[in-house]
Structure formats: C-alpha cells, structure tokens
C-alpha cells in the first residue's frame, strides 16, 4: 500500500468519521466507478458530509493507482477512504469540514481455489439505524466476526439480534431456491454493496428476510463484493450445495481469478464525476437499486429531531 | 493538538479497530490515572488484542503532556488512543498486531457556565452486543448525534432502540429520584466511564434500566466524563430541575472550571502499569464496579462459537 497517512485529529481515526470503497482495478481502469461514485455521494449526503470535487477524487486515484502499479501492475485492489478530515477533541465536526481524501492501490487478495463454507460467526451485528447500509468506518463487528472464524476459514455468516441472515463477513449473499435468486435486505447490518445492485439488477433477485433454517432451501448460494463479484458457497450450514458450476449470468469473466462483470463495465479513470447526486444515482446499477429498496436513501433514517423544549442559557 | 499521525493502513483508521481514553491532566498529573488503565487493559483483552508494556504507555502519554504543555499550559486534557496497528487491507488482522500506541494533549474545552438542557436526540444508539461498554473507535452514532442537536445546545439524551435511555452524547447520566442515585445499565450502548464507576461507588448509585417517562420523577440530575465529573443538568425534559447548588458529593473540587474528584485521586504520571489485568481491576475503582456489573467483563459478550460442521478444502 502507498499513500501518505492520516493526521493525529483526523476524525476518520478518531471516531471512525468517514466512508471508504474498494475498487478493483484491472489494466488500469476502475470496475463499475459509477456505481462506487453514485455510492460515496449518497453516503456522503447521508452523514451530513459535503461532497469532495470529482477532479479532486480522480486525482488522488489516478495517483494511488499509478504510483502502486510500479510494484503490483495494474490489476489490482484500490482502497478509497474519505473522513470527516481533521478536527478538534469530541464528536461534534468543525463547521466546514474539509474532507481527507486517501487512496492506497495494492495486490489482489489470494483467490479462494474452492467453494467457501459458510457457517454463523459468533458476533451479532447490529446495524445502526442511521448508518443502514452505508460502507462506513465502524467496523469492529467485521473485525471480531474474521477473528472468530475457525482456523482455516476465510468467510462466516453474519446474524443480526433477531437470528436473520444478514451477509458474509466480507461480501453479501445470494441464494437460489425454486429458481429464484434472494438476497437479505439492509436491515440488519449489511452494506449496499455494488456488486450486490448490479446482481440485484441482473438476476431480477428478490430482497428476501431470511433467518438460517430457509437456507435449507437453497440449491445455489454465492458471496459478491467489489473484488470478486462471484465466490461460490459450496457448503452452507454444513450441507453440500452441488451447484457451483459457473456464475449464474452469462458475461462474468475471471480477471486474476476474481470473477467479474462484463468488460463494458470497467470504466475509464477519466470517468467524469456525475454533477448531481440524483443524477449520479439515475445514471448507475447501484442508484436505481438504492432508489428502489428505499423510497429516500439519503437521508438519514432516524426520526424527526424533536422540537426543543427548551434552550441551552 | 500534538504528536504523530497515522499510517495510511492503521487499522484504527480503516476499521475504528482500536480504543481510547480521554484523561484529565492537572498540573502535569493524569486524574485517576488508574481507573483509565484497567478500563483500557480490560478493552484490549475484550478486542483479543495484546498489551502494550506500562513503559511504552507511560512514556507516549509523557511525551505528549511534555510537549503540549509548552502551548497549553499544565492543565488541559490528554487523548490516548491505541489501534491494532498497521495491517495489509481486510478486516482480519494479523496475526501478530503491533499496536500503534499515540497520544495528543491539547486545551480543556470550554467549560459550560450554565446547567445543561437535556432532550433526546434523534439518532439512536444501538450498542453491538460485543463492544458493550468499550470505548472504542466506533463512534459514528455520538458524531451523527452531536450533529443533530439544536442550535445552541452541546448535550442531548440519546436512546437505544426500545426507547429506553443509554446516556448523553458526551458522558453518563445520574439521577435522582426518592433520594436514591440512578445510572442506567451498558446495555444500551453506554460507555463504562471511569467517572461513572466513581459515582456509582461514591454514590453507591443503582443501575437502573430507564424509560423517559421515569425521569420525570428526578428531583436533580448531572452528566459525569473524564473532563468534568459533575456537569448538572437544569433542564431535563424541558423540566427545569432546581437542584443544581452543587456536587452531590464531598471533596469534589472545580479545577479550571471542571469538576474532579477529590485530589488525593490525581495520580503521578509515573503510576505504575499493574502486572496483571486482574490486579488492575481490584485496584481501580472502574474494575471494581465493572465486576460488579458483570461476572466476566473481560470476556467477548457473545455466544460462543458453533463448532464448524465443515471445513474450508
């Protein structure tokens, strides 16, 4: 990894103040940009942040990737992370924020050679209502999930307190049943990823409540996240799935292993950074998903602040 | 603020993967040095991180005093953060973490010359079951709730998902009610604060659970951190409470505007790093009622791990 690092007061650090995406990089060029800009936007928006300039994000990418591309060539991982930038002691942000913007480029993970087995984690993830889905800092309940994976392990399945399905550890899951794919919705603590809409969107998939005893149904079951779009599941809940032949839509291709949408999605870097947030989430998978799994998402869903009874003297 | 940043790859950055403790320093010496100490040993075992040595902790903690000393003079308040360390991207981490052990002392914030408003806020606390208590870098809920308060006022009431109250947005709250002292319990997403353990001895306080509606019947009410451990509360509910006359305790003083604890529990810096988590936790105030609180505060509150039906081939 490259880049420079994060001020002492950085609210990234602090509080975990900040959102990140992980980009997989091939030949130089970012898989689906639109769908992981539209995503930043509408977090940004969401935690009351305001919007770094396009030419300013492209930058700090073009430079991450091409100053990482010298040791680990242009297939690779992009981590974008934007914080809250520096501020001074306590919660409350400066007025203006000025956002940080970091990127580090770096090697593909090692691919998995074989479906994963996937059984429950031992830590509960408890989504945050306003935090629902967003891809932010908190992420002590992935970090104590991975910890507690048995040796040898790579992937578990998270629960929420009501025993539902929620997602991988590192990526969202899919399940076929009677023909039909299902994913779990954001309530419980997952991330709206990317490549979840651009599934969503393909496979016409239903967002499905789901608690662990339905996936005896399941014929079929695969993880996706930015990095590979498909890892197959080849044993859910200690049974054998037999059905991992090949990702369930035509077009996916393998690049360094890590399954992949079509190549007309691999956007150039140029990719121009959309001039509105609506349009940004018209104009990419991700957006229309969001739009459609929410009638409003971005905003932040917690209630009405409530009217002050009385003031501070 | 002084002291060195971060590596882009601290893990604290990327995931909040750490914790911190917000001490108190009054002419060079940390108040209730302690308590912080066992508080911060219990956290890093709880995370399944490893110690720092007492020397390398005492020594940043020094440095960073001795530094900002010179702007700031020799009261003020010490920020002393400690991640899991750099570590290549995922949340898994590595397998032998070196933490990065910073720490950054700066001014005390303005001090309150007035009792403080209480109201709820609308951003809700939802407390992962497995960070019970810890003051970890996760804290985007006390950001977005901060954020969310009226014009004018610096605290609000914040409430866990069944509506009962966890605490302000900046410290623990006591009341009272028929002459008894309440806090309410960590199950909602409070922090086991090192003052609140004081009080609750001091106090000898109850762990209430405590539905809004309940305080109606506080006849005086206070907010407690590491700043000032007696912040009264005028207004709560938009019911003015009258008793504000004074700390409900003896010996507490006003130490440029923040209220601590008697000085016989100012600490030199030199205090000694205990042994072992065990001694740390008799010794301390804080340990003595986070043991009273629950019979293992030191382990992961989670189930224990489902032995794994299959393995990863």
Chains 1, 2 share one sequence.
Request: charged fraction near 20%; include cysteine.
């Amino acid at each position: 990894m490259n880049a420079a690092g994060f001020a002492v007061n950085d609210r990234g650090c602090a509080f975990g103040d900040g959102l990140f995406e992980t980009l997989f990089v091939h030949e130089g060029r970012v898989a689906r940009l639109d769908d992981h800009l539209a995503r930043l936007r509408c977090g940004l928006s969401r935690l009351g942040l305001p919007e770094p300039s396009g030419d300013q994000m492209l930058a700090v990418l073009d430079e991450a990737i091409k100053t990482g591309a010298s040791d680990h060539g242009t297939t690779g991982v992009c981590k974008l992370v934007v914080t809250a930038g520096s501020g001074p002691r306590g919660y409350r942000r400066p007025e203006q924020p000025a956002l940080t913007v970091t990127a580090a480029y770096g090697p593909l993970p090692p691919v998995p050679t074989e479906p994963l087995a996937l059984d429950p984690v031992p830590v509960i993830v408890e989504g945050v209502t306003a935090l629902r889905g967003l891809k932010h800092l908190n992420r002590l309940s992935q970090v104590l999930a991975q910890q507690s994976l048995p040796a040898g392990r790579r992937e578990g399945l998270m629960l929420d307190p009501a025993g539902r399905v929620v997602s991988g550890t590192m990526g969202n899951l899919f399940w076929r049943e009677r023909g039909d794919w299902h994913t779990p919705p954001l309530v419980g603590g997952a991330i709206a990823g990317t490549r979840r809409a651009w599934w969503i969107e393909t496979l016409d998939a239903r967002v499905t409540p789901c608690a662990p005893g339905r996936l005896a149904l399941a014929e079929a079951a695969f993880l996706c996240n930015a990095v590979s779009a498909w890892r197959p599941v080849g044993w859910l809940l200690g049974r054998a799935l037999p059905d991992v032949d090949g990702p369930p839509a035509d077009g996916l291709e393998s690049v360094a292993g890590c399954w992949q949408p079509p190549a007309g999605a691999m956007r150039p870097r140029q990719n121009p950074w959309p001039a509105t947030l609506s349009e940004a989430m018209a104009d990419s998978c991700w957006g229309r998903v969001a739009l459609a799994e929410s009638g409003a998402p971005c905003e932040v869903s917690c209630p009405t602040p409530p009217s002050p009874q009385s003031i501070e003297r």
